[in-house]
């Protein structure tokens, strides 16, 4: 094996390899100190740790391209990875220590961003917190928002096919690429980085490089979509007696003429607890307890931008009218709307540091929602005593994150690797009667590949494998993640 720091005899025969990696890339761009390979062989919720014969950095789309033909040339695997945020160990590799990591970091150039038509052309290691900072300064936004903001990067993000909490409004990554640009398996690179409004050449091939997770090219660049800035926001947190009535209130704002409703979360009250008890000096908006609280976020544009606080408080004046709600608050600044939001960033942590638990990121068609939630949860916890389960996030897009508690007095490791396994084959049973996805915005990578196989379709599962046949013939890309 080809392990960081043990001169085996794979390692031995892949000599000839190091030796013209290192001359292609120099010092900088490949190393195989384990002090700086290390710290990337495992997935940043700790689930998966792999090792890895080196660390690769290219510097340009040139030097990747020669490095990945001489992947090739060698076979040695590759296991792209770009801020290490995912949820999925899709960029982790395996404990065989043949492949090879490779960290598109150093390729975070913004080539271009055109303020007239609306884009930005952007390498895969821009990290998502810099290319809305650089928006920012041109009056533009790229609406797409997650709290891995600050370690995320726009290549990883259009590899999974990341959504977020803008995904109502502006659809997921896959909706805001314009034009990509990524290195194939054997080397070549597919150029498609200018947009046409109109191109009927066949296939839209990018499209399929999106959310391939790497398996079928490794995305180097990207044209992305922006909008112009937020003028104004008003972010509302309500309290509702059920997801019904939390779906019946999304439909009620949804419907308001001449607003821009860009998200609406859901969180039940036992979500709103553990935040409190994890950030104690958090503030509940609101003083009393509800079954579910709401957060409701509404944009303008300079046009409405005047008028928008009091559209909002009519909407919602409409909404107690009509019962949809049982009690809301409005943000009086920028810096209340921000701690509103950071509430609902919170929950993941405060859900983890109650114990062990098993999370779910699934989704079911928009309008089954609450249904499925109110249905399965007592289920659930009926059919695993001790249990509780809970589901909080994206309403309006049918994805919520659906996680399973662990009863207290439990060994973390031996209840994940027994209860929790059998608990998550439930939950994806359910959720594929229901007619949802296992996957709904972090990708299949090694944590979900087995059950996509015992689950997906099998017309569908042949046409992955066709396409990654015909694309990676070697199985050199991401190897043992998707398919």
């Known amino acids: 094996m080809c392990h960081i720091g043990a001169m085996t005899a794979s390692l031995v025969s892949l000599d000839p390899f190091f030796e013209d990696a290192l001359a292609l890339l120099g010092p900088r761009g490949l190393t195989r100190d384990p002090d700086l390979v290390s710290p990337w062989l495992t997935d940043w919720r700790g689930r998966f740790t792999g090792e890895a014969c080196a660390l690769a950095s290219p510097a340009n789309v040139e030097e990747l391209s020669q490095l990945v033909r ?79 903001k600050g370690s995320a990067t726009v290549g990883g993000l259009i590899s999974t096919n990341a959504g977020g909490s803008q ?23 597919f150029s498609m980085l200018t947009p046409l409004k109109k191109d009927n050449r066949g296939f839209d091939l990018k499209q399929l490089l999106i959310g391939s997770e790497g398996t079928l090219g490794i995305v180097t660049a990207a044209t992305l979509r922006l909008l112009p800035a937020v003028t104004e926001r008003v972010v509302i947190w309500a309290g509702v007696s059920s997801l019904p009535a939390a779906r019946a209130l999304l439909l009620h704002c949804d419907a308001m003429e001449g607003e ?10 036992a979500s709103i607890d553990a935040v409190k008890e994890h950030m104690p000096a958090a503030r509940a908006p609101l003083e009393g307890r509800h079954a579910w609280h709401v957060l409701i976020e509404v944009v303008a544009d300079r046009a409405g931008a005047a008028t928008l606080r009091d ?18 608050a409005m943000s009086a600044s920028e810096a209340q709307a921000e701690a509103f939001w950071l509430i609902r960033e919170t929950v993941p942590a405060a859900e983890r540091a109650r114990g062990p638990a098993v999370q ?88 979900k590949r087995d059950e996509l196989v015992r689950l ?25 993640k998707l398919i």
């Open 456 to 480: 997906g379709d099998p017309v569908a599962l042949h046409m992955l494998r066709a396409v990654k046949q015909a694309l990676d013939p070697q199985g050199l890309l991401n190897p043992g």
């Open 167 to 189: 995904v109502l409004r502006h659809g997921s990554m896959r909706a805001l690429v314009l034009g990509l640009e990524a290195v194939l398996a054997d080397g070549q690179v």
């Open 260 to 269: 821009a409703l860009e998200g609406f979360e859901v969180m039940p009250q």
């Open 360 to 447: 779910h990121d699934i989704s079911v068609p928009v309008e089954k929602m609450p249904a499925f939630v109110e249905t399965t949860a007592p289920m659930l916890e009926a059919e695993f005593p001790g249990t509780e389960a809970i589901a909080f996030g994206h309403l309006g897009d049918g994805n919520v994150h659906y996680h399973v508690i662990a009863p207290q007095v439990t060994d973390g490791k031996a209840w994940n690797a027994n209860e929790g396994k059998a608990i998550s084959r439930r939950v994806h049973d359910l959720v594929t009667q229901w007619g949802g996805s296992i996957s709904a915005e972090h990708g299949i990578g090694q944590l």
């Open 311 to 328: 559209r909002c408080e009519a909407m919602m004046a409409d909404a107690f009218e009509k019962e949809l709600l049982e009690d809301a």
């Open 70 to 148: 001489l992947c090739g040339q060698h076979g040695v695997p590759i296991v792209p990875q770009g801020g290490n945020s995912g949820m999925s160990g899709g960029a982790t590799p395996d404990q065989t220590g043949e492949a090879l990591l490779l960290s598109l970091r150093r390729m975070n150039r913004i080539r271009d961003i055109d303020i007239e038509a609306g884009r930005v052309t952007c390498e895969a290691g821009v990290v998502l917190q810099t290319l809305h900072e650089a928006a920012e300064a041109k009056d533009l936004r790229f609406p797409l928002t997650l709290g891995g």
